[in-house]
């Protein structure tokens, strides 16, 4: 991997019915993730996803470009927007693109990550350290 590599871009599709999955896996049932009326009630546009989840997908994409998640030795980012998940049957979409950004000294490799719904910027300083394969 040399810096300026460009991974493929991962899309990914959300729905009602995936945060309802993530909800009984992770034990998160907070109401923002399910009723409109409690997500308005806090500001929020609808029923946003889990952090965690948008998280978890962008995750999936540095480990499938890296050949799998024991090639990943850290991964960190900040959420900067919520992606909201409409009630319908085709719910929405996270876009997640990556460059190689730096080889550090030890051989491993900084992949600058960006996820993207809508067209607008979900996770930031998104970044993973991984072993490039041999």
């Known amino acids: 991997m040399q810096v300026g590599t460009e991974f493929p ?10 945060l309802v ?3 009984g896996a992770s034990g998160d049932f907070n109401p923002i993730h399910w009723s409109d ?20 997908l962008a995750g999936q ?3 499938c470009w890296v050949g799998g998640t024991a090639s990943i030795v850290e991964y960190s980012t900040r959420f900067a927007n919520p992606v ?7 719910g929405t979409e ?10 550090l000294d030890d051989g491993l490799v900084q992949i600058d990550v960006t996820a993207t719904c809508q067209g607008e ?7 993973a350290i991984v072993r490039p394969h041999a």
């Open 9 to 18: 871009p991962q899309t990914f599709r959300v729905t009602r019915a995936d």
């Open 21 to 23: 999955r993530y909800a």
């Open 37 to 56: 009326r409690r997500a308005s009630a806090v500001g929020l546009p609808g029923v946003i996803a889990h952090g965690m989840l948008t998280m978890g």
């Open 61 to 63: 994409a540095v480990a």
């Open 84 to 90: 909201v998940v409409p009630d319908d049957d085709k």
């Open 94 to 103: 996270v876009v997640v693109a990556g460059v190689v950004k730096k080889v």
């Open 121 to 127: 910027k979900v996770l930031g300083a998104a970044k």
